[in-house]
């Protein structure tokens, strides 16, 4: 399992795997907390039990697969209520089976590796975790924070003594909103300016291996303000093929 890491705090860890979706460790005095736990296809436990040797909780920014996938590796996962069913969804059979496809195409798993057990692996043991609730770590305390856009229930973490917000694929520099469990336009920009209140200035997303400034979310907000089909191009996405879905970009 090949994996780029970086330690942009002392106490936060951000990984990358071959798939391209990151997984973070925030590291308190007493407790730690595991932000998202990928794919499953290679067990991260294992890699995360290295740099962690108290307590830990592992938190979902969303129910999607590439983000949830890895919950049956752990103990318990807490998710979002809002992307429960998104969760069960996205962990069936079937797209556990266009997880494994896509490794093979990426040549990340040979013929010896134990597919049907990885198909068929029952969801993991989940508990909801609510919008509002403070973990203490410690030294640190992380509150949940509605992010709702990407998904109706997608959550950020804030880690308050350092200002300095995890956003999963809630914000970040490509966005999809054409998913049946997205919300309206309308309410990802009401988030936008809702979070953009809150008391951090650094925040760290789902996919990349970069600390952004707080000030990024102002181009969010004028893109998603922009974004309308007749000034976008019309794009289609492995897995996702459907006519109406359009791209706005802008630098």
Known sequence: MNLNVINPYPFVYHFRDTQGVCFSIIKGKDKA???????GIFNIRELIENYIDTPYMVICTH??????????????????EKDIELYKKHNSTEKRTKNIVDAISKQLITDEYDKETYINMPLANYEIIEIGTVI?????????IGME????????????????LFTGDAA???IWMFLEESTDK???IEMLKRVMKLDFTHFITGHLMTVFEKKIFEHYLE?????KP???????????????????AKK
């Open 136 to 144: 203490d770590l410690g030294d640190m305390h992380v509150e949940i």
């Open 33 to 39: 907390i595991v932000v998202d736990c990928g794919y």
């Open 223 to 227: 893109v998603a303000i922009e974004a």
């Open 230 to 248: 007749k000034n976008s191009e019309r794009v289609t996405f492995h897995n996702f093929e459907r006519p109406n879905t359009f791209q706005y």
């Open 172 to 174: 970040i520099s490509m």
């Open 63 to 80: 129910g999607h697969m590439d983000h949830s996938s890895g919950g049956f590796l752990f103990d318990k996962i807490y998710l979002p």
């Open 149 to 164: 856009g990407h998904t109706k229930g997608s959550i950020g973490l804030l880690v308050k003594e350092h200002k300095l």
């Open 186 to 188: 309308a309410t990802y």
